[in-house]
């Protein structure tokens, strides 16, 4: 590829990105300009409140302010008084979940790429465990948000310390390693039967044949994996940080914005586009760890 | 063979058994060496039941001032809610050594749990709870709640309206209950026909809005109002809960003590300087608890509505027996939309405790701080967006 090409790819990607984001502006100031006000309701009975579906949202400024106005309140003072423009409180929050988040990928990746390993060595392992993995993750995360946030204090009070962030980071990788430890099961089974039987013809034991055969081979199964833990790991932190009240994170400046809705309602977009841009860069940074492994990249499975 | 080995066994299980009768008798030795001396405690922490705001400005005026230290406390943590914490349930779990909650919800936990835990200081004497509608909806008391769309939080916030549904022969057959957000959007959309509002919060909050029609603020004109606290429904809020079984502990009944004494003087401060005070926890709100509370004219409003709620004319923090009865009464009463009733006994005696605060009262008095007293309310004017 030429640099000229690979520039002119670039500045297509952006373009693409830019009008994606158009887009999204146009429709939003469209609908808002051309819908009803109070919305459409089908089936609403004359006197009953609360009666019928709606189908169409509404679109006074309360419901949905108009874009301009929710960028002009990220400059306005956060709580009125001297306190610093929305968007900082909404960096500030957006980078502690981040970083919880990140944690929380880590541990995430790391209990599922062990787990994934041992269910593909000991085929007894993968029976026993995999059906528990699968329900784990059927475990409401409101449910188990607030046992683990009473784990943490008790580790707290008699153990050692344990600050909450690290109880949010855990509830996070337990969302994370979800992902990991399936696709690293199903990556490190990929190699083909031929290729196995050759490495067993060379003599290569158990781990020449991981390091050099199944591992290369587990590369696009692990990726997307690795982001959708990405993705898992900043939700799980999100809910988390709600669920167990822990101060600082982006979660919480939402919830907290959210009920001020009436009176202000373009503050809590604040927080609002803070996790969007949170989203992105997870995701992007998981892009990066796949430029480095870009040989190994042949026919990635769809995440 | 078999005997013997059946003997060995009974003798480890005899051995076992004395050794925790041992053990259970040294604990109980270190109880008792306890009770005469004991090393009063000197870190202390509070759980709230929502965000840090003037709701809780006692308790932050208390810290700010040092009142706390003025008591022998090195170390007093805040602990704000509104995520999933439930004050009670924190303190029953340890995780905190006071918390702040309603009086129904913490009856309807000790009867679900059979813990224990005694109120040691009914900080709101007067219920705060309001159901607001439209000033066309016809809803001026309870009884027109009939065949209407009526607006609760729930989370245990719910159990007023349904005691006083139940005062006027209704229940959630006759009058439809739904759940709303903490904005009051579901009023403004008039996706309810009455929503639930605290004097000192939701209701400023409605009054912060612009009203499209007059491009002013919303005014109290434009809404009915049904306050709980004059009908059978009202129930006790905001109070000062402990943890019963370690109030045996001379230590802990002892800081309870203390912290009372701390606690009444920031609430008799937030009374006389209700504008400081509003400040101060606005301050403790954005800087040390890194939350986003409404603005400051939202928050003095807050403080002058909670000052209404606290001084009633009697002493601060003591339980009124009158008001407890008609808040089990009200418990007793109340079955919700799905059936199920609050509690169905009374609860124990251990509930509630004026001791405690009678002390801290009497030590108050001593020291020549006045306990009771009025407090002469201020005209806050509220602003868009409470800023």
Partial sequence: ?303 | MRHSTRRGLAAIAAAAATALTLAACTTAETDTTDSGEFEPITEVSLQLQWLPQAQFAGYYVALDQGYFEEEGFDSVSIVPSGGDIVPQDALVAGDVDFAIAWVPKVLGTLEATGVELTNIAQVFQKSGTLQVSWADSGIASVADFEDKRIGSWGFGNEWEIFAAMADEGLDSTSVSITTQDFSMNALLDRDVDAAQAMTYNEWAQILEVVNPDTGELYQPEDFNVVSYEDTAGAMLQDAIWADTERLEDPAYADAAVRFLKAVTKGWIFARDNPEEAAAITYDAAINAEAAFPVGPTHQLWQMNEVNKLIWAGGDFGLVDAAAWDKTVTGALAAVNQDGLNLITTEPAASAYSNVYIQQALDALAEEGVVVGGDYTPLDVLLTEGGQ
Avoid: C
Wanted: glycine content about 12%; hydrophobic content about 55%; overall charge positive.
């Fill in chain 1, 1 to 303: 590829m030429t640099a000229a090409r690979s520039s002119a790819r670039r500045g297509a990607a952006a373009l693409w990105g830019a009008v994606g984001i158009l887009a999204v502006v146009v429709l939003w100031e469209g609908y808002k300009f051309l819908g009803p006000a109070e919305g459409v309701t089908i089936g609403a009975v004359e006197g009953e409140t609360g009666s019928g579906v709606m189908i169409l949202p509404r679109t006074h400024d309360r419901a949905m302010p108009h874009l301009i106005d929710m960028v002009t309140r990220l400059f306005q003072s956060t709580s009125g008084g001297d306190t610093p423009p929305l968007i900082v409180p909404v960096i500030t929050a957006a980078l502690t979940t981040l970083g919880i988040a990140a944690v929380g990928w880590l541990i995430g990746v790391a209990v599922g790429a062990l787990l994934g390993a041992l269910m593909q060595r000991w085929r007894l392992v993968e029976w026993g465990l995999l059906p528990w993995i699968v329900v784990s993750q059927t475990v409401p995360l409101i449910a188990f948000a607030p046992v683990m946030n009473s784990i943490g204090l008790q580790i707290d009070r008699d153990v050692m310390p344990w600050p909450q962030w690290l109880s949010v980071a855990v509830i996070a990788s337990y969302l994370a390693f979800f992902p990991v430890a399936v696709g690293m099961l199903r990556g490190l089974e990929a190699p083909d039967r031929i290729h196995v039987d050759l490495m067993r013809s060379y003599a290569a034991g158990y781990w020449p044949t991981l390091l050099r055969l199944r591992l290369p081979a587990a590369v696009p199964h692990l990726l997307p994996a690795l982001r959708l833990a990405a993705a898992n790991a900043v939700l799980g932190a999100v809910v988390a940080e709600v669920s167990i009240g822990m101060r600082g994170g982006i979660g919480r400046m939402l919830i907290q914005l959210a009920g001020q809705a009436s009176s202000d309602p373009a503050a809590p977009w604040g927080p609002t586009f803070g996790s969007i841009a949170l989203g992105l860069i997870a995701a992007g940074s998981v892009a990066l760890v796949g430029l480095g492994l870009k040989n190994y990249r042949r026919g990635e499975a769809a995440a």
